[in-house]
């Protein structure tokens, strides 16, 4: 017979077994809420010294919880990951660091007294829970520093440089700055600590802020003891974490939103260091090290007012395959870097296969026109986000530095693209917003008319390797063709599928570029803001978010964005959560496609780009036509005055019928069935044996046209069976849907 396989999760797990057990059996004690089963675990802790009795009891502790399974025991594994991080590794330096800064030097000394890494992780969560999640928050703000997914890094530039420790920072002040640019409502709290951190061998002394602040309300189904469905509303915390280093004036900040990356940031600028960000915006920095995988020798530019001797990398650091391993090879500025790398790891080195650079070191031999005083330059470049330029003292060198930078291809700055740029470029943002793949190549963004130099430095989007494969639509051949260097700066040379010349096209044709989504995304929602009575930001589904509320008619009317309509299961996704919202009322739906379903649940589609206004009017959108729109898909958002299936595409409809909310249709077979269902019901034999209803279908059943979720939502509320067995029909009692919305809650940033 096999053996059950057990519930206990290996982090749980991993307590039980190496934590001290009186430790073990506490943390796994603590419930934080309601919903969490009590697990009624042995209480009479063994005498530690005893290690039969400590072993009996670790057994005992495994027992009782696999009594219970995985979705009971998923909190205490949840709580034992977070004891582990901090127990391992980088995280127990993370825990020390803070604890030493927070605690005074009791309770210091009762965290150190504990037996080991995990004990004092352990204890700390249990008895100094502030300091545990502060520490948390330094060890992801560290590992952020490794991996840009939700970090930025930003550069100040100082008139003169700034004393700054933790004690000297208004907290109060800097958390009402960040309060009121974040636009968040009076009774939403927000908090902010500053602690000192030590210089370590990777990165010199720094402060950190940790900022705290309630998110916008959301809500989540709760399954009831008594089988009935509830709503329990919450507000998510949100956190952001700051670390500014004094040496070289650079602000580094982790947060979800690369919008409050950027408001921490200027704020703490504003608050803390006195900067005027009008005058001397923040700027990030992004460093493109790809052009090492090709060679690692670089030609001195020529720059105005310089001349160079030399220019050479006597540092290349790489990643293979995962951050972990790396191959770091170190010259003299005497040797040639390629040579030595061609000689000792072949001439197709591993350089050229690298997952990713993650340290580049260059030096400079150089001398100002007219001075005959040779100097020397040194730049380091760690990951896309880091360069000691900033940290030199010396203005001139710095300037030089980012210009040879920019020069080689691989510095590029961040400049906010102006209100009224983005204005004007909105249409295509859009349809960058809505495409099913987040990289894009140089030649489509070519054909949208967006310059990708611009969109890289507003931070939209970022440089990515080229495509590998072209396609070739020539007399003589048609197909794909491989990507080869050309030796005609610009230009690279296309080969066809048998090794055959076709030509040379422009390099910038087949450079991808990864499209920053949650930047464009915010960038379009705040375009989208004047429209809007009242504001949301509530994100539904990666493909559809709330926004706000429009007024039409003294009604708050509800509006969502949502993309990839044209593809029919992302629509009927869409649709399906649409209706689980139907008391939300009759809203708008605005579209980036303009391949659209007319309706989405109880809700009125339109094309966003169709309701743009003229270039010379103040408001980018034409509130008149939107309301005119909305008032004509009105009735049909409610069902109609007849049942009937309209098809908007060849593979997409809508069924309507009154009384009911709209529902979509994705694929012929659902579209043809309901079809035959309306047809029988409006020659008054509404039951459709199903046989005939199926003809000429594969499947046997209307349930197997229909996915799980969407069959589950839809039958004995469209569909529901005949009066005989066999026998299916459409249904068409309801209760009306309301016709006035309820207003959408204002919710913050």
């Known amino acids: 017979m096999a053996r059950k396989a057990s519930p206990i999760g290996p982090h749980v797990l991993a307590l039980i077994e190496d934590a001290r057990v009186d430790l073990a059996r506490a943390a796994l004690a603590v419930r934080e809420g309601d919903n969490e089963p009590e697990f009624k675990l042995p209480e009479d802790v063994p005498d530690l010294a005893d290690e039969e009795a400590v072993e009996a009891f670790r057994q005992a502790l495994v027992e009782t919880l696999s009594d219970f399974d995985r979705d009971d025991l998923r909190p205490a594994e949840q709580r034992s990951r977070r004891i ?190 006195g900067h005027d960000i009008s005058q001397k915006p923040l700027t990030w920095k992004r460093y493109n090290l790809s052009r090492f995988r090709s060679s690692l020798l670089l030609q001195p530019p020529e720059i105005e007012g310089y001349a160079f001797e030399f220019a050479r990398v006597i540092e290349a650091e790489i990643r293979l395959g995962t951050w972990r391993r790396k191959l770091q090879l170190k010259v003299t500025v005497d040797d040639d870097i390629q040579e030595v790398a061609d000689r000792y790891l072949g001439a197709r080195n591993i350089f050229r296969r690298a997952e990713a650079f993650s340290r580049i070191t260059i030096a ?145 044709d087949v450079e991808m570029f990864a499209v920053n989504a949650q930047w464009l995304h915010e960038t379009l929602m705040r375009l989208m803001k004047p429209l809007l009575s009242k504001r949301a930001a509530q994100i539904l589904d990666p493909d559809l978010t709330l926004v706000g509320a429009i007024q039409i008619d003294e009604a708050d009317v509800p509006v969502y964005f949502a993309r990839r309509l044209n593809d029919p299961k992302a629509a009927q996704r869409l649709d399906l959560m649409l209706r689980a919202r139907g008391t939300a009322g009759v809203g708008i739906v605005f579209a980036a496609s303009e391949e659209m379903p007319s309706h989405l649940g109880p809700n009125v589609v339109m094309p966003l780009l169709s309701h743009l206004a003229s270039a010379d009017e103040e408001m980018l959108f034409a509130r008149d036509g939107i309301e005119l729109a909305y008032r004509d898909g009105l009735s049909l958002a409610r069902g109609g005055v007849s049942p009937r299936v309209v098809r908007t595409g060849k593979q997409s409809g809508t069924l309507f019928i009154p009384g009911r909310e709209p529902l979509h249709l994705a694929g012929n077979d659902q579209l043809t069935i309901f079809e035959r269902l309306v047809v029988a019901a409006a020659k008054g034999s509404p039951d459709v044996q199903v046989k005939a209803l199926m003809e000429g279908f594969e499947s046997r059943s209307p349930q197997q046209a229909f996915r799980k979720e969407t069959w589950d939502s839809i039958r004995d509320v469209y569909i529901g069976k005949g009066a005989k067995n066999g026998y299916w029909r459409l249904l068409l009692t309801a209760q009306p849907t309301e016709a006035v919305a309820e207003p959408a809650e204002e919710a913050t940033v």
Not at 385 to 414: H, T, Y
Not at 452 to 461: A, H, S, V
Request: contains cysteine; glycine residues 6%; charged residues 30%.
């Open 364 to 508: 400079v031999a150089y001398n100002l026109i007219g001075d005959d005083k040779q100097r020397t330059l040194n730049i380091t470049i760690a990951g896309t986000k880091s360069c000691n330029l900033q940290s030199k003292p010396d203005p001139e060198e710095r300037s030089l530095g980012f210009a040879l930078l920019k020069e080689w291809g691989i510095l590029s700055a961040f400049r906010q693209i102006a209100h009224d740029d983005l204005r004007a470029i909105f249409p295509q943002l859009v349809q960058l917003h809505d495409r099913i793949e987040d990289e894009v190549s140089g030649s489509y963004l070519l054909e949208l008319g967006l310059d990708p130099k611009r969109l890289i430095e507003g931070g939209l989007l970022e440089r990515r390797d080229r495509q590998d494969v072209v396609l070739i639509e020539d007399d003589d051949v048609d197909g794909e063709g491989a990507v080869k260097p050309s030796a005609t700066e610009g230009m690279i040379h296309a080969v066809g599928p048998f090794g055959e010349d076709v030509g040379k096209r422009p390099a910038s």
């Open 84 to 273: 582990r991080a901090l127990a391992e590794k980088k995280g127990v330096t993370s825990l020390t660091t803070i604890v030493e800064q927070q605690l005074d030097e009791t309770r210091s000394q009762e965290f150190h007294r504990q037996p080991d890494e995990l004990c004092r992780s352990i204890w700390a969560y249990l008895h100094e829970r502030e300091t545990f999640e502060d520490a948390e928050s330094f060890h992801f703000a560290r590992q952020f520093r490794d991996h840009g997914k939700l970090y930025d890094a930003f550069e100040v530039e100082l008139e003169n440089q700034v004393a700054l420790d933790a004690a000297a920072i208004d907290e109060k002040a800097l958390a009402s700055k960040i309060k009121g640019m974040l636009e968040l409502k009076p009774e939403i709290s927000c908090t902010v600590k500053a602690l000192d951190l030590p210089a370590t061998d990777t990165h010199p002394a720094s402060i950190m802020l940790i900022v705290r602040h309630g998110g916008p309300l959301s809500s989540v189904y709760d399954h009831r003891q008594d089988g009935r469905r509830g709503t329990i509303y919450y507000r998510p915390p949100n956190e952001a974490t700051l670390i500014y280093t004094p040496s070289m004036r650079q602000i580094e900040v982790c947060a979800d939103s690369p919008v409050v990356r950027q408001t921490v940031s200027d704020s703490f600028a504003e608050v803390a260091l």
